[in-house]
């Protein structure tokens, strides 16, 4: 059973950048694949980025696509989210999650682990 715990968030102004980690225990961190989705007030969670267990995969949703990278480090336990040129839309709580497959999925029903959520604010 892998646990995530994301980290990283905070107060940033418009343009700015942020770098969020999520730290996985358990076993099979690296045989699955890892995904961000992020929740803004009042709206449902979305898909923001995915990492195939070796990374060589990943995807992006358009509205994050050249200004978001994921990564992961398998020896660490740890994949990430550097945010750049951040913008107001992109306030969220962001979540990290995990599911039991090495390919990547935009579908968040296809993740069965979730991190708690770590707040992004991007003031204008």
């Known amino acids: 059973q892998v646990q995530l715990v994301e980290s990283g968030g905070g107060l940033v102004q418009a343009g700015g950048s942020l770098r969020l980690s999520c730290a996985a225990s358990?076993?099979?961190?690296?045989?699955?694949?890892m995904g961000w989705f992020r929740q803004a007030p009042g709206q449902e969670r979305e898909f923001v980025a995915a990492?195939?267990?070796?990374?060589?995969?990943?995807a992006y949703a358009d509205s994050v696509k050249g200004r978001f990278t994921i990564s992961r480090d398998n020896a660490k336990n740890t994949v990430f989210l550097e945010m750049n040129t951040l913008k107001p839309e992109d306030t969220a709580v962001y979540y990290c999650?995990?599911?039991?497959?090495?390919?990547?999925?935009?579908?968040?029903?296809?993740?069965?682990?979730w991190g708690q959520g770590t707040q992004v604010t991007v003031s204008s």
């Open positions: 999650a995990s599911r039991l497959s090495p390919a990547i999925s935009i579908d968040s029903g296809n993740y069965g682990i």
């Open positions: 990492i195939s267990w070796r990374g060589g995969t990943t």
């Open positions: 358990g076993r099979t961190f690296s045989s699955s694949a």
